[in-house]
């Protein structure tokens, strides 16, 4: 676009319009030389460029009141000429420099701003700015001169006011970018020289005279009002900690003598201006200084912008890395905005802090630097000192922001965090802390409520608690930012911290009191995680892991105090109270009753307990959530030592089993994610796996603990896990401990059965379902007895039923009722072997009449189903029995009872005699069908059962008596047909024939009564069926009975 | 009324389970350093020699080498790299156990077909003496190791009817002097022999029923043996070298399988038919202990070679397939 390009044919062109200018000075003028500029190219301008300035700087010279369009119109004239050109001279710069800034001089000094319209501020500044960068090299230096002090004082308050106390924020932005670039700061694109050390140190000379003025005010403007928008505070940060961190930078002020060098200049006006660096200087600006950090890090952390948030990192970063020795004091407050900074909401900010964190740290400015550990040090003395308080008063947001500054303080001291750690009381004040932070809230009823579903298969529970660590409440906070952030604590303590001293110091408080053993247990845990260097984010490595066999033998120290007896045996559950009362032989009558009450028992607890305020129940959900912590604790352990762990299983997967099989659902669940978290970490491709490469180790145990009375319970329980964890393979290992429970047995009928029931129960659960393949071939035991032999694992059926036979009678009804359950499963497991179960089942029969005839309702339909399976095994066998042992009572008693339960009022179906009518109604329907008994029986079941039809019987008793009625009909759906027409016929049934005699039936014709509503709604059903066994075969088949399809 | 009491008698440090078939014996090699772990050998009835590792409780290694016949004896040498094993398959087998192989390298027939237990003991770096049954039932034949050449046969006088020899002991008075044999036999008495006269030196009868098994202390020259009866007899040696009954001891039930004292003469275990393993105090036969764990006949007893006292152990074979292992009477 240039069109001239030699500095000949460009003077010819700027030449009469310079001329005209300096004659008569007017915005006219300027803008002519203005528009004669642009055609001239740069280079041709910069050998002009004294010579188009002239006019310019002439008009802005002349005395007397100047038009501020005219003004405004030069500077910007002059400011295009300077974008373009370089200043060579220093005469000329210094020059320029002065005429600007006294271009927005006021009468009124610096205290306000100029008066001048804001157009004009705008265009000096913009022109100052083009003056900074235009200035040749070395000659812009020259501008930085004792000499000018009083020039360069001048334009830095000028631009701080114009910075601060303007409206405009275009202005104001202009006045922070051209301050950088006056204190050699400028961040813009182009070309700046950089200073050598002589030359900062010059200038860092001459700008601390203006520390104070610009420090205070831009930490003002800083913290001001944040409706100036966040730029002007992002850029007022930056000028800030640039103009500090090089004020006061650690290489500069390292130069610096104790006495003040006699002044070079022999000015002395100037001189009185110059500051001395020296150590006192030092001492007392960074006291100030200290302050306005203090404030800017106050308001900024929490400034609603991201950005500024993040111009709070980089001053922090700059300053640590500039300055950290003489703001030594300041440094506390810059880690803790980093620090505070780290869990940000903004992503940026989150790893840019995290960043600056880990460049400090690997930057070893913290552990070279005495002076700055002994910050952080001292900032955890105080913090460790004042987290009690902190943890107690704080909201949660505090508490937050308090653990991010001590797990960020802890990270950057890393292993030097031993020098507090070695100070008893502070390592007891931390602890305090953490005891009191971490404290649970027990009051969840339903924990202690859920019970453990016996039977649940094994794999639904794989998928549920897949190592997860069961959902924790606090009592004092419940954010849930917060236990990770406690838990990142721990790992680090565990991570850098003496491992020893810890673990004996956090084992000293778990054993010390109750209060505290949740809380410490949690912290040992995670103190493990992180001494493995699990589950945590460092910022450097540690000088030395402990080592494999230290870690293994911690572990073993905290594993034996976790399964210790009085850590590991606690009353969880009313049940086991009960049983330990048993044990004692006082009958507690309230806890029977409530267990008697059967399954519901979550719902009878609850009700007792708000009956009475039991502080048992408190107590008994703080016990499950140690079990729980304690259990977790091992998964933790597990994954810390990995494979190594396979040695501990020897003592830890026995207790561990033993708590997957407890009554508490919680406390299974855990044990069951423990197990889970095993596998993974030593190797195992499932829990089966698991249990069956250690059953030697298991049945160790329980082979031992069944020597002992007292832990006879934990044993069977660890056998019932591992059965239920297990399939037919276990067998042959388990055979040798199943013997030892079956003598311990004999050895305890009494005290024990309860608890040993359970095993048996489990244990043919696992036979029953014993592949037959898997059978183990008889190998020297083959006996000559004449006999077949049985199977080993039909061995062990036949012999738990011997046990079982005697057991039948026991005098508790959860005995008997379990029993029976065994008795059931066991005839399953027998059954292939007639000749084993006939004379089992012969010698069973009297005990178990017993409870069908003359027992608890309950037991009483127990009893009916063990019949009926023993009907299905040995239906022929049973048949005679059954029919002259069993149904002339029940018969009986069913008629005799009739009468009464017809006239009885609600109330009667809480009583046992409509429990017993109501279980031997439902027992009786599937019994017939089983045994396939004979005519009379049946007639006689269907007889005395039909009264039970009776509207006026209780509902219950009715749909019992209808399921009788159902059974008969696939028994014998003829005689039912009959039987129920007899009493009701609701159809007529014309002969085919008129030849054939009409169909009578006594029911015909009879008015409704009682029993009709149920009859007919049997024959209703009946007729269903009948269609249903019909219709589906050939339309034109005979019906063989019953009526013809309406 | 509680302080009076005694103590309830301790459990088992563990069960070794898994040898499937009664043991009969067991032996101890527990000396050596880290990493190497102590092991126990265990011979059983099928057949078999299994090494423990004490560490994982688990077997290591399993030796095949006598064609499922009993094992009955089992004794390291040069360390834990050579073993021997004595069968009911009448052979004795050298085991070479050194880096990891298993293999039989040698092999001695025997062919006595008696349960007696054969002895060992070391003369000098890399030789060995063996005292066995030998080919005639009332003799005892040793050799030397490992060049198998024989040193005597020991014969009873004609008319002794000793009966088979039951039980062997070789000792020496001191390292370097001349060894000697006690030898249990099937009418119960005990014999002293001197093994570089092939003399017999001494004879006591000490139980009405055959020696079953036998252990003495040459350092206060006085011995121990069980038979079948319910009676365990501990005899001494004079200065003339003759034996002499010291004590006896009746117990409740009869009948001994193995007798053993612990390596600093302090107790002495017996395993018992009865099920069950008794502790004495060596010195006045004072009854510590009934360990009552095994549900069958107990075949066999030994003590750790653990050079920290503290960590010694005993084990207990028994025909119920379990090993069982105790640690008792160990804070001397």
Known sequence: MAVFDTPQEAFGVLRPVCVQLTKVQTVENVERLQAQLQKVNAAALQELQEYVLFPLRFTLKTPGPKRERLVQSVVECIRSILSVTCVKKQDLLHELFSELCTCLSSPSGLKRPPPQSEEVKLTVIQALQALMHSAYGDILLSLYQPSTLPHLGFAVSLLLALAEQEKA???????????????????????????????????????????????????????????????????AIKLFYQTVGFIMADEQLRRFPEKKEKPRVEQSRIADLMVHRGPDWVQSTADKLSLLIHKIVESSSVHQHWKVRLELVELAHHLMLKSSQSLVASVGQLLKALVGLVNDDSPKVRSRSSEVLRSIAEQKVITENRALADVLSENLHSLATALPRLMTSQDDQGKLSTLNVLLGSLKLLGSKMNIVLNSTAHLHRLSKALMQVLELDVTDVKIVEERRQGELPASLQHGLQKGQAQKKYFRFFTDERIFPLLQQVCRVLGYYGNLYLLVDHFMGLYSESVAFRKQAALVLNELITGAAGLGLDVLHEREAAPSMDDLKGTITSILEEYTDQANWHLVTSTEEQEEANDKLAIPPSRLRALTEGAHSSSHVLS?????????????????????????????????????????????????????????????????????????????????????????????????????????????????????????????????????????????????????????????????????????????????????????????????????????LSDKSLRVRLKVLDVLELGVTVLHPHDNHLLPMAHRAWPALVTRLINDDPLAVLRAFKVLCTLAEKCGDFLRQRFSKDVLPKLAGSLSSQAPVSARAGPVYSHTLAFKLQLAVLQGLGPLCEKLDMGEGDLNRVAGTCLV???????????????????????????????????????????????????????????????????????????????????WPRTQGAPEPHGPPPP | ????????????????????????????????????????????????????????????????????????????????????????????????????????????????????????????????????????????????????????????????????????????????????????????????????????????????????????????????????????????????????VHKTHELINSGISDVTIRQDRKILATAGWDYRIRIFGWKKMKPLAVLDFHTATVHCVSFSDHSRPSERLLAAGSKDHRISIWSLYNQT
């Open chain 1, 607 to 807: 009700s007792a307990a708000a009956l009475e305020p039991n502080p048992t129940i408190r107590s008994m959900n703080s016990n499950i959530w140690q079990l729980c912590i304690q259990l977790e604790g091992v998964g933790c352990f597990t994954h810390a030592l990995g494979k190594e762990f396979r040695v501990l299983l020897m003592s830890a997967l026995y207790p561990v089993l033993e708590k997957a099989g407890d009554s508490t659902l919680f406390i299974s669940q855990t044990a069951t994610g423990t197990m889970v978290d095993i596998c993974q970490a030593c190797g195992y491709g499932s829990v089966q796996q698991l249990i069956s490469e250690n059953t030697d180790y298991l049945v160790n145990g329980i082979s031992l603990s069944l020597r002992r009375v007292a832990h006879q319970p934990h044993a069977s329980r660890v056998l019932e896990t591992m059965l239920r964890h297990s399939d037919a393979s276990l067998f042959p290992l388990v055979k040798d401990v199943i013997q030892d429970v079956l003598f311990t047995l004999d050895q305890s009928y009494d005290s024990q059965a309860a608890s040993f029931l359970r095993v048996l129960h489990s244990l043919m659960a696992a036979l029953e379902v014993f592949p037959a393949t898997a059978e183990e071939p008889q190998g020297n035991d083959t006996g000559a007895e004449g006999e077949a032999s049985l199977p080993a694992h039909a061995q062990v059926a036949k012999d738990v039923m011997e046990r079982c036979i005697h057991l």
């Open chain 1, 948 to 1030: 039970y039809l009776s509207a006026r019987q209780p509902m219950k008793l009715q749909e019992a008596a209808r399921s009788v009625f159902l059974h008969l009909m696939h028994v014998d759906p003829d005689a039912t047909w009959l039987l129920l027409n007899g009493v009701c016929c609701p159809h007529r049934y014309p002969p085919p024939h008129a030849s054939l005699r009409p169909v009578q039936l006594s029911g015909m014709g009879r008015p409704r009564g009682e029993l009709t509503d149920n009859v007919l709604h049997l024959l209703g059903e009946l007729e269903q069926r009948e269609r249903a066994m019909l």
């Open chain 2, 1 to 244: 009324m509680i302080a009076t009491m005694a103590l309830p008698p301790p459990d088992p440090e563990f069960v070794l389970r898994g040898t499937a078939a009664p043991v009969h014996t067991l032996h101890f090699s527990c000396r050596s350093q880290e990493p190497e772990f102590p092991i126990l050998f265990s011979g059983s009835a099928n057949g078999l020699v299994q090494i423990w590792n004490l560490k994982t409780h688990r077997v290591d290694k399993t030796l095949d080498g006598h064609g499922g016949k009993s094992v009955y004896w089992v004794e390291t040498i040069r360390g834990r790299d050579e073993l021997l094993s004595q069968g009911r398959d009448q052979k004795i087998c050298l085991w070479d156990l050194a880096e990891g192989r298993s293999m039989v390298t040698d092999s001695v027939s025997m062919d006595s077909v008696g349960f007696c237990r054969c002895s060992l003991l070391k003369m000098a770096q890399d030789r060995w003496l063996i005292a066995m049954p030998a080919d005639d039932p009332d003799e005892v034949q040793v050799l030397e190791l490992p060049s198998k050449t024989s040193v005597c046969t020991l014969k009873p006088e004609a008319g002794a009817k000793l009966g088979m020899p039951m039980c062997l002991k070789l000792w020496q008075p001191g390292f370097g002097a001349c060894p000697f044999l006690m030898a249990g036999y099937e009418d119960g008495s005990v014999i002293l022999w001197n093994l570089s006269m092939g003399k017999m030196l001494s004879r006591l009868a000490c139980h009405q029923e055959p020696v079953m098994s036998l252990d003495f202390d040459s350092e206060k020259a006085k011995g121990v043996s069980g038979s079948s009866e319910k009676v365990l007899s501990v005899w001494s040696l004079d200065e003339q070298q003759n034996l002499k």
């Open chain 1, 169 to 235: 924020k275009e202005i104001r932005t202009s006045a922070l970018k051209c301050l950088q670039a006056l204190l050699l700061h400028c961040d813009c694109q182009e070309y700046h020289r950089l200073l050598d050390k002589e030359e900062s140190q010059r200038c860092g000379d001459l700008f601390a005279s203006f520390l104070p003025g610009i420090s205070i005010t831009l930490s003002r403007m800083i913290t001001g009002d944040i409706k100036q928008g966040h730029m002007i505070t992002v850029s």
